[in-house]
């Protein structure tokens, strides 16, 4: 099993549609947690960070489910510009707080 | 605030010759990284460093050399560049955990650097 796993997509959806997408983590000891979008061939940009249950930030939701090890991204009202391939990272505590396993990422196309 | 700032943006190589890239970042952060991102693949990390002066390997060190002389510069040399080196190198930094912090900073990465080895 990898460390992080992502549904690499890609997530077609309307705008205005509510996408959720998660996030998978093999290390139980893990305490952070972090969201990035990535638009193509750019830098990873961070969207939200997660240490307890979830994080808010206008249209864009993350829980943590610590019982079933995965993280969410939930995305309401989707805009066009809201396209770009989606980052969970995840920093496992055990193995020393400067390591941060990437997923591969979402893919996600918000359509016209 | 620039935040992370990478040099060059852009450069082509040819087999064999060496070059270094520079990373800066002006947020006073203490831990500092260099990834490479392939296509189709994640963030693979190349080396990192958890202050001044020290320097480790990560995932993907062979055919790099880093240093870091000064808290807030990073950088990154290939001695004698591959084509399998072709790739986009972004660097990265985050505070270090202590105190009324969390365990796991985020990282904030600079806009990268897209080298090609012909």
């Known amino acids: 099993r990898k460390e992080v796993e992502q549904d690499p997509g890609p997530f077609n959806v309307p705008e205005g549609a509510t996408v959720a997408f998660n996030c998978t983590y093999s290390?139980?000891?893990?305490?952070?947690f972090f969201w990035y979008r990535q638009d193509c061939r750019k830098e990873p940009k961070l969207l939200m960070s997660v240490y307890s249950s979830g994080n808010e930030d206008g249209r864009f939701t993350a829980q943590l489910n610590r019982a079933s090890q995965y993280i969410s991204l939930l995305i309401r009202d989707s805009k066009l510009s809201d396209s770009a391939t989606y980052l969970c990272?995840?920093?496992?505590?055990?193995?020393?707080?400067?390591?941060?396993?990437f997923g591969t990422g979402t893919r996600l196309k918000v359509l016209a | 605030n620039a935040g992370v700032t990478q040099t060059p943006k852009f450069r082509v190589l040819k087999t064999g010759q060496s070059m270094t890239l520079l990373c800066a970042q002006d947020m006073n952060h203490e831990y500092m990284y260099w990834y490479r991102q392939d296509p189709g693949m994640g963030l693979r990390l190349i080396h990192y460093s958890v202050g001044e002066g020290t320097t480790a390997k990560g995932e993907v060190p062979d055919g790099y050399n880093v240093s870091r002389l000064k808290k807030q510069n990073f950088l990154l040399g290939l001695e004698s560049a591959a084509p399998s080196q072709t790739s986009v190198y972004f660097c990265?930094?985050?505070?270090?955990?202590?105190?009324?912090?969390?365990?796991?900073?985020?990282?904030?990465f600079g806009d990268g650097t897209r080298l090609s080895i012909l």
């Open positions: 990265a930094s985050s505070y270090r955990p202590r105190g009324l912090r969390p365990a796991g900073q985020p990282q904030h």
């Open positions: 290390n139980s000891a893990s305490q952070s």
């Open positions: 990272v995840v920093n496992p505590a055990a193995s020393g707080t400067y390591k941060y396993i």
